[in-house]
C-alpha cells in the first residue's frame, strides 16, 4: 500500500470529502496497531493501561508539558500534568511484578506541531524484566516487518526516502557516526571535566563548520552536531540504530559496562525520521534523582520553568528488577508505513488548531 491523503488545510478532517480521503491510511492505522497487539500478546505481554494525570510529566529538560489541576472534596486545588510518556506508570509496573507488559498510550507534549509533530499522539511502550537492551532492538526489527505486513507494502517513505523494512537495521554508535558524517571525535569531548569538554567539543564544531553560539552548552554543541550533521543520514534505505548515547544524554538510562562514558541508550531512525528511543533501564534511585536535578535545572535556566519529581517513582527504582524499555511513536510509523506526507493525516480525530 502505498499512499498518501492531501487536504486543504481550509478543509476539517470531519468533512466527508476529507475522510474518505484519509479513511486507507486510518484503516491501515488499525490493521497495523491489531498486529502488534497480537504480536506482544503472543510472546506473554500484559497490555497495561497508565493514567495519563500524573504529579510529574516527566523531567527532561527540553519536554514540555500540558498542566491542570485537580480540586480537592473542599476546594484546595493539587497541581497534576498530562504525561509525556507512561514511563514512570510502566515503571512502577515493573516494580509492582510485571515482567513483560506493553501500552498504548495517548501522550501530551506542548510546544510541538508540525509535519512529525502533534499535541497529543499515541506511543506504544514495552518493557522487559531482565532482558538486555539489545533485545529490543530485535523488537524494532520485528515491528517494522510486522506493520509492513499489516499494510501489505513492502517499503516505508517519507520526503523522497525510502527504506525496506524487512532488511536488518544497521547498527551505529553516535562515536561512528560522529566520526562518520562529522568528523569529530566525540568520546574525546566527554570527561569529568564539563568545561574542558565543553571546549574541546566547541573547537570540532569549529573545524567542522557548524554555527553555535557563545554560551551554548556542551548539551546544545552536542545537539547541533546531531541534527546537522548525523540526522539527514540515518535510515537510508533500511532503518538505522544509533546506540551509545553519552550519558549526559541519557538521562534513564544505566551506564553501559563497556564504556561508562556512555549509556545503554539506542533510538531506531526510518527514512530520516526517529521512531523509537530504548534503554537498558537505571535503576539506582540516588543517581536518578542527581540526573532529574541536573535536568529540571537545566530547564529552569534555559525556559524559566521546571517540573515535580515523582518521589513515588524513586521509591520504586528501589526495588525495580533490572530491565531494558522502549518507546515507539505509532503515528510516526503508520505515517512511513502508508506514506503520508504529515501525522495528522494518519490520526482519526487530529486535535483542533486555533486561529491566530
Request: glycine residues 4%; contains cysteine; hydrophobic residues 40%.
Amino acid at each position: 500500500m502505498q499512499r498518501s491523503a492531501s487536504t486543504s488545510s481550509r478543509s476539517p478532517w470531519w468533512e466527508p470529502s476529507v475522510h474518505a480521503d484519509r479513511r486507507p491510511l486510518l484503516m491501515a492505522r488499525n490493521r497495523i496497531r491489531s498486529r502488534l497487539r497480537r504480536h506482544f500478546d503472543e510472546q506473554d505481554f500484559v497490555e497495561v493501561d497508565p493514567a495519563a494525570l500524573q504529579i510529574s510529566p516527566g523531567n527532561e529538560t527540553h519536554l514540555h508539558a500540558f498542566e491542570t489541576q485537580a480540586l480537592t472534596t473542599d476546594g484546595r486545588p493539587s497541581p497534576l500534568f498530562l504525561h509525556t510518556s507512561p514511563e514512570f506508570a510502566c515503571k512502577k509496573l515493573l516494580a509492582a511484578g510485571e515482567p513483560r507488559l506493553y501500552s498504548f498510550s495517548h501522550v501530551y507534549r506542548n510546544r510541538e506541531r508540525g509535519p512529525l509533530h502533534h499535541p497529543e499522539f499515541t506511543m506504544l511502550e514495552w518493557y522487559r524484566a531482565g532482558a538486555d537492551y539489545r533485545m529490543l532492538m530485535e523488537d524494532c526489527s520485528e515491528i517494522l516487518a510486522l506493520a509492513a505486513e499489516a499494510a501489505e507494502t513492502n517499503r516505508f517513505s517519507y520526503r523522497g526516502a525510502t527504506i525496506d523494512p524487512f532488511a536488518e537495521p544497521e547498527i551505529v554508535t553516535l562515536a561512528e557516526a560522529f566520526d562518520r558524517f562529522a568528523g569529530i571525535d566525540l568520546l574525546a569531548s566527554i570527561s569529568s571535566d564539563r568545561e574542558t569538554d565543553r571546549e574541546h567539543l566547541a573547537a570540532e564544531l569549529g573545524h567542522s563548520g557548524i554555527r553555535f553560539a557563545d554560551d551554548d552548552s556542551w548539551a546544545d554543541l552536542f545537539s547541533r552536531v546531531l541534527v546537522e550533521k548525523i540526522e539527514p543520514n540515518l535510515g537510508r534505505d533500511r532503518a538505522t540504530i544509533l546506540c551509545e548515547y553519552p550519558v549526559a544524554e541519557a538521562a534513564l538510562a544505566r551506564p553501559s559496562p563497556r564504556d561508562p562514558r556512555v549509556a545503554e541508550r539506542f533510538e531506531l531512525y526510518a527514512c530520516g525520521v526517529e521512531l523509537a528511543n530504548a534503554f537498558g533501564e537505571l535503576t539506582d534511585p540516588a543517581e536518578q534523582r542527581r540526573r532529574f536535578e541536573h535536568e529540571m535545572a537545566e530547564k529552569a535556566r534555559i525556559y524559566g520553568d521546571s517540573y515535580p519529581i515523582d518521589e513515588d517513582f524513586l521509591s520504586a527504582l528501589e526495588i525495580i528488577p533490572e530491565a531494558s524499555g522502549a518507546a515507539l511513536g505509532f503515528d510516526r510509523l503508520v505515517m512511513l508505513v502508508t506514506g503520508a506526507s504529515r501525522i495528522d493525516l494518519v490520526m482519526w480525530a487530529p486535535v483542533a488548531e486555533q486561529a491566530p
